[in-house]
């Protein structure tokens, strides 16, 4: 059997990738949509048969997938040392490429954690926490509790623009910033985010942040989730107290 792998075209990584995403079984996270909107993308073909796709930035695998597990591990193999791949990031939700990598790493590291399950879906609304859109003359507020959560303005009016971002306030007092956006259009799982003034901070402003994002999105018929670095233990505590579990884990696979 002899694998070949070419760039992919729109149309055949779309099929692909969505046979992907219903083989997974939790739903993909936004920074890995986010890897991949700049990764390369290729199909894999056996003969003349497209059996599967892979994405690659540099030497690292973002993600794999055989639609026939019988070809998975020469496929992997093949795609391994044909990309001089030296590392694999993988969700422990991804079954396919979680075992291939275990049986061929040289070092594994957990890096994120992913919060798909909710334990409380309970949400009590605070009379004296107003919730409205951010606008475009909200910036200069924004800008002052940034503490490097966005990137720039230009990130924050886009999604002023698409009315991804909420702003939380207290007699006329800006308490926190809301994010939350599809992280595959057309999908119903969205990924929240929050921004808390530094001067609220340790007050339960984030929580209450995160239960109002989690109540915006279950009354919607959305599914929210949210992912965080393994190391944030502020961040991991937020999302725990406001009725978020981590079953799962972003796993750096080194080769």
């Keep these: 059997m002899r694998i070949l792998n070419v760039p992919a075209t729109d149309q055949l990584l779309g099929q692909f990738r969505t046979k992907y995403l219903e083989y997974i079984y939790e739903p993909q996270d936004l920074h890995s949509e986010f890897l991949n909107r700049d990764a390369a993308s290729y199909i894999l073909w056996k003969g003349n048969e497209a059996v599967g796709h892979f994405l690659i930035a540099g030497t690292t695998l973002l993600e794999f997938y055989a639609i026939d597990e019988r070809l998975a591990e020469p496929a992997f193999d093949y795609v391994l040392h044909a990309h001089f791949i030296t590392r694999a990031i993988c969700k422990t939700f991804d079954p396919m490429i979680l075992s291939l990598s275990l049986g061929r790493a040289v070092q594994v590291k957990p890096i994120s954690l992913h919060f798909t399950t909710i334990a409380d879906t309970s949400f009590r609304q605070n009379q004296s926490i107003t919730v409205r859109p951010a606008r475009v003359s909200d910036l200069v507020c924004i800008r002052a509790i940034n503490d490097g959560f966005f990137d720039s303005d230009e990130e924050v ?36 985010g929050m921004l808390v003034n530094p001067f609220r901070r340790r007050q339960g402003v984030g929580e209450y942040i995160v239960r109002h994002l989690k109540e915006h999105c279950l009354s919607r018929g959305l599914r929210p989730i949210c992912c965080c670095g393994i190391e944030n233990l502020a961040s991991r505590a937020c999302l725990e107290a406001a009725g978020f579990r981590s079953r799962h884990r972003t796993i750096e696979f080194s080769f």
């Design 157 to 192: 009016s886009s999604y002023i623009e698409k009315s991804h971002l909420l702003l939380y306030e207290e007699n006329n007092n800006l308490l926190g910033c809301g994010l939350v956006q599809p992280v595959i259009e057309g999908r119903s799982f969205y990924d929240l």
